[in-house]
């Protein structure tokens, strides 16, 4: 991995590292629908929302990148690389690819005691707009292609939609929003 596309995975692992932190939080924590800023510092601003009829909270993260945005996706693309840089992944695989565009993934995670394993099957699209951004969408879904494993908790990923803007001097402004399920018990750290 080249020094722009290990920069690129160290800020999505920081930026991943937080929404673990951030997913187990229940909704309590956020006293209106309105998002509230929870975290803010030179390089990153994080936010929580309520969503109806769920205990979870959606986050949203905001970050510039220095990197360009060609560089960013082919780090997050590098599905062999990604356990060096993603939190507590063991695995992420292709599943089924569907078009250019498309693809149907299975990621893995295992987390240290006493938190229990976790594997969520996903479909991913890729959308360019007018202005450049490309916008990555993901959600969970059930899949003959990859059963539930023994040992691991099957997550649902409600939302995941993140989106890369190309800014002057190769530099990317990015988006996150963030919205899952990880089922079971997990210690607020």
């Known amino acids: 991995m080249n020094g722009t596309n290990l920069t690129s995975a160290r800020f ?4 991943l590292s937080l929404l673990g932190v951030f997913v187990s939080i229940t909704a309590h924590a956020a006293t209106t629908s309105a998002w509230q800023e929870i975290k803010n510092s030179d390089d990153l601003q994080v936010f929580a929302t309520q969503v109806s009829g769920s ?27 990604q356990p060096s840089w993603v939190p507590y992944l063991t695995e992420t695989r292709v599943l089924e690819e569907r078009s250019v565009t498309e693809k149907l993934l299975y990621s893995r995670f295992d987390a240290p005691w ?44 409600m939302e995941s939609t993140y989106t890369l803007t190309p800014l002057a001097k190769g530099r990317t402004r990015a988006e996150l929003l963030f919205h899952a399920d990880p089922h079971g018990q997990l210690p607020l750290w």
Do not use: C, W
């Open 114 to 157: 006493p938190v229990d394993g976790r594997d969520v099957v996903y479909h991913v699209s890729r959308q360019e707009s007018p202005d450049d951004s490309i916008t990555f969408r993901q959600y969970s879904v059930e899949s003959p292609l990859m059963p539930e494993k023994e040992g691991y908790i099957r997550a649902t990923l």
């Open 12 to 15: 999505v692992h920081r930026l």
């Open 55 to 81: 205990p979870l909270l959606k986050i949203r993260a905001l970050a510039v990148i220095d990197a360009d945005v060609t560089d960013i996706i082919t780090a997050i693309n590098n599905y062999a690389q």
